[in-house]
């Protein structure tokens, strides 16, 4: 493990897997909508802007933690967060170049999450300079209203698919999964929340019941699916490879616990969004 960790730690702090996290939940939109498969401006948007939005977001964020460092993720963002600035000049950059190749209306459809997702990350409320996810039950909301906009709205946009009730449910489907596997993020952060005085939903309902939702949650997003199936928005394949999707990440969360060391969160649970997108790759290549 000696020689394998820092390598890990460059991809999941350096933020490179959870911007691959982007990338293969757009790409999967391209086979559910059966679209061409391939890097286009709507991938490399959601790729470069996922990259500088947590990269800004480590920046900020390190310096609020100075009383974690014994921690080992914190101590490796601390210890890089110049490189990690690179990575955000890197991450503006390409995203501002694919931005300009996406069609206007796209772009205008993109200024009320961007602008929720700088809030999220840069202090701008109130004298103590708060972001949007320092107040109570907040976060975990804007991560998954952002991400299904920007992996889903992005793209049924940029496609010019027609909007209609399959279009929300899609929506919402992603949502709750999103949610779902964000939920043990903040089992992880309880302590981090406490010392920050943010209220959470496992700090008020505890660590079980926490998980107990997420599944739920789950469980709603795979009937979402069946209905989808059954409207003819989603393929037989695309629904197996979903409902199989959402069970790996049924028996992910059931693991999750204040314990898990990082990796099981950064690496596993949001790795949960790169396996369905390579289980639904797959079983279209059977099909």
Known sequence: MGLLKPIVDLILYGNFWIALCATALCLQIQLVLGRPFQ???????????????????????INNLKNFFEVDRYHVIAHFKHHIRVYACIGLIGSGYYFFQLQRATQLVLV?????SLGYVVPFLGQKRKRLRDLDFVKIYLVAIVWAWITVVLPLMEYQQAFGFASILMILERALFIFAITLPFDIRDLKVDQFGQVKTIPAIIGEKRTRQLAIACLFAAALIAFVLFGKGSYSSTVLLALLISYF??????QKSNVQQHDYFYSGLMDGTMIFQFLIVYIIHLLQ
């Not at 009320?112 to 929720?116: A, R, T, V």
């Open 39 to 61: 890097w286009d401006a709507v991938v490399g948007f959601s790729t470069f802007g996922t990259l500088f939005l947590y990269a800004v977001h480590r920046i900020v964020g």
């Open 112 to 116: 009320l999450p961007g602008l929720l």
């Open 248 to 253: 790996i990440s049924i028996l992910l969360v």
